[in-house]
């Protein structure tokens, strides 16, 4: 039996929620991302519904597939791949941050959970450790940091909170 395709913009809001659930879920769980026939049985639905459904996350969100695959390579806060920004969570690391601006989110994920976000520094010689629980920050290594981004934060120039 042929896979019947699907318009990946007309699933409804609630099948993208729900996916994303299931997803984020699987992440907070294993440290691993589904792969669309995962997410076809947790979600009860054909794989390439799932295939779609990933895909059209994906095009909405800042998260993507490894290029030519149909593996989630990122799916915000988290990397499905290994970046420089490793997640422990009470002292087990099985998690990787998107970046290190998304890497201070992990935290809602895990309620009541110490989270340490450990990374070299980019531009000096200085590991960076950061510990959170909650809204809480527990400890930060070295005292100060500061994040650094090429993109344009707030939009274009003019509608910039800050200049």
């Given at each position: 039996m042929a896979a019947e395709l699907v318009d990946r913009d007309q699933?409804?809001?609630?099948?993208?929620?729900s996916a994303y659930a299931a997803i984020m879920r699987e992440i907070v769980a294993t440290g691993v991302a589904p792969h669309y026939a995962e997410l076809a049985q947790t979600l009860g639905v054909e794989p390439m519904r799932a295939k779609a459904v990933i895909a059209r996350i994906i095009d909405l969100t800042p998260g993507w597939l490894h290029p030519g695959t149909d593996w989630i390579a990122s799916f915000p806060p988290f990397n499905n791949q290994p970046?420089?920004?490793?997640?422990?969570?009470?002292?087990?690391?099985?998690?990787?941050?998107?970046?290190?601006?998304?890497?201070?989110?992990?935290?809602?994920?895990?309620?009541?959970?110490?989270?340490?976000v450990e990374a070299p520094c980019l531009v000096g010689d200085e590991p960076l450790r950061i510990e959170m629980r909650d809204e809480e920050i527990l400890s930060i290594e070295p005292a100060t940091m500061v994040g650094y981004t090429r993109s344009q934060v707030g939009g274009d120039a003019a509608n910039r909170p800050f200049r």
């Open positions: 699933i409804p809001l609630e099948a993208l929620d970046t420089q920004y490793r997640v422990s969570v009470d002292g087990e690391q099985r998690w990787f941050a998107q970046c290190g601006f998304e890497a201070l989110a992990v935290r809602w994920l895990f309620p009541g959970k110490t989270v340490t």
